[in-house]
């Protein structure tokens, strides 16, 4: 066969959902298969977003993306290998064979280009038998894409940004940041598609048809509204390459939310409209300039590569470009009034909320070590909100609202009361940020203000962090517990960072006053979570145990509360505890938290070790039937997801590149 040589090659991590176009919670469509002609490309809740990409050579049609029409072959392809930014496919249809290449160019040091909702899809291919063949490349998207529900009515039109034709598509409602929720796609905007050739604007099923028996579009016939389920209207875009013995075609799909955060009453737009950029002019320069942006693209993958692997192993490698677009992904970066980038994260398939604190914190690795910038960008709501008046409580936020509408807290008790709240867990992840955050010049001026704010915080922690009450902590769907200990090392971490914080804004004596309390809560600690084998699960609870990845910034800021001999005490126990897919989170349900799992991992000093704990993360996410966008919540006597998928939390999955 032609890609034997492909095949032969070492098999790539089997993604349980490919991403395909990957941007923020409206902007992220996944292919839930093998083989991305195997199902419909779906937006990461699982509805249908259906992308169609067919090639003909030498007059035979083949498809390249999509299961329909099913009376097509589809391309023989090779196993997806998952980079950073791009999903490369290799394939053969008749005589020619080359890749199929989705990028979304999210480089996360330049936060302009992180923003643009621009993807490029690309069809590099070659003659497998020197001779010149006649191709053409065929792609659509649907009205799926811009709506919520297929009865919402849609109406297409064909825009001009300059030289290069452009189809766009939207409802005709455009209730602009109309709703909220968690299962829920976007039904305001419009949906961009660019190609270098012809376009049309069409019933999806007859557009593919004509394309297949005779290599050309159909005529336009969307300008009137009609429900998106209505012969499934959309955008489709062909190149007619000719006879060519090889070729590279290029579509662009963009996606222009309007404006994308409600925040405390601010309506604001992504942050690449800050200067007062047009979306058409976006967009534009995006297909312009998409040699460079790609070759930028692929240099990015490859240094991501090479330093993930150099640090722990090709499998945290995998895992890491998996985990890179989604983390991402789940996120929206919006100017504020003075231009300042805030970054708001969903909740996904968990409840909905907005900059859920306790997302934040799993999630903040890749940021603190790649762009600490957005570290700040993410604390900054949560530090402005909690600022006012209307915040009437001694502890920091749980969230913001329901994504994308941020006017303030709704889990819990919300502003009311304090049930179901999560005082000493947010108090400590806001604390212990703000302090990793902080050892950044540019960040740590902009930490400086909400010092009494954070030092409130601390307080608390002080009062009621060492042998906390029953509450709730980021693993609440594991329930209340009183006397967590894995919650009180978190604020006993948290104390000790804010010694560090006060000493680094002048504070002396609350510097003196946190690192003495922090001292003396670490020695109390060891005295109440035990000297078995492993340091218990709750205080009292003889006989329990649980992951305590909140150890984890003893090391990573220089604490120095526990030294290295109870990690390595700890990781010895969880080793005895290994199953096939990983350690389960506590003596309680067999099930884990991949980010948690990680972080536990990054405390390991030897690279077996390291590999104990992590391979059976990559086994699980190589094995698992559950073809979502990768999971943190998962089975780990079964490569069963629990809950969540699509995440910010995946990004958390960098901590080993924070470590020394």
Known sequence: ???????????????????????????????????????????????????VGLIRVDGKTYRLCGPQPGNLPAVESGAPRVEATTTHVPFQAGAVKGELSFCSPLLIED???????????????????????????????SAEWCVNQTSEIVQGSRLRFGSM?????????????????????????????????????????????LFAKEGRLVEDDIDAPRAANDGWPGVAVLKHE??????????????????????????LPAYWRKDGESFGEMFRTAFKDRDAVLKKALA????????????????????????????????????????????????????????????????????????????????????????????????????????????????????????????????????ILAAA????????????????????????LVKYGLDPAEQLCTDDFAGHLARNANLSLKAIMGIGAAAQLAKQYGDTAAATEYAAVAKKYAAAWRKLAGTGEATVLNFGNAGSWSLKYNLIWDELLGLNLFGPELPAKEIGFYLGKVQPFGVALDSRPNYTKMDWLMWIATMTKDQGTFDKLVDPIWKFLNETPDRVPMTDWYRVDEARHVGFQARSVVSGLFMPMLAK
Not at 111 to 140: A, C, F, N
Not at 344 to 364: L, R, W
Request: charged letters at 25%; aromatic letters at 10%.
């Open 1 to 51: 066969m032609l890609l034997a040589a492909a095949l032969l090659m070492s098999t790539p991590l089997r993604a349980p959902s490919i991403p395909l176009v990957v941007h923020d919670p409206f902007f992220s469509v996944w292919c839930p298969a093998d083989k991305l002609t195997d199902k419909w490309s779906v937006h990461w809740t699982g509805k249908n977003n259906a992308l």
């Open 111 to 141: 936060i302009k280009m992180l923003s643009q909702p621009v993807s490029y899809i690309r069809v590099s291919y070659e003659s497998t038998d020197g001779k010149p063949h006649d191709v053409s490349v065929y792609w659509d998207a």
């Open 165 to 209: 034709q452009v189809g766009r598509i939207g409802t005709t409602e455009q209730k602009v940041l109309g709703k909220k929720g968690d299962d829920d796609r976007i039904n305001w905007g419009y949906l961009y598609l660019a190609g270098e050739g012809d376009l049309a604007l069409a019933p999806l099923n007859e557009s593919r048809e």
């Open 242 to 267: 000719g006879k060519q013995t090889k070729g590279l075609v290029d579509t662009a799909i963009g996606y222009d939310d309007i404006l994308s955060i409600e925040y405390l009453g601010r309506r």
């Open 300 to 431: 990015f993958d490859a240094q991501l590569r090479k330093e993930t692997t150099d640090k722990r192993g090709a499998k945290f490698a995998d895992i890491a470009m998996l985990a890179y677009r989604q983390g991402i992904g789940a996120q929206k970066i919006v100017a504020d009034l003075d231009g300042t980038p805030l970054m708001f994260s969903k909740e996904n398939f968990s409840n909905g909320c907005i900059v859920t604190v306790d997302v934040t914190y799993p999630a903040a690795p890749l940021y603190l070590w790649k762009n600490p910038k957005l570290a700040s960008a993410m604390l900054l709501p949560i530090l402005q909100y909690a600022s006012l008046p209307r915040w009437k409580f001694d502890f920091a936020p749980h969230d913001l609202g329901t994504y994308p509408i941020a006017n303030g807290q709704v889990y819990g008790g919300g502003e009311r009361t304090e049930e179901n709240q999560m005082p000493v867990e947010e108090c400590g992840n806001m604390v």
């Open 437 to 460: 955050v902080a050892r950044h010049p540019e960040e740590a001026k902009a930490m400086k203000p909400f010092w009494p704010l954070l030092k409130k915080w601390t307080d608390y």
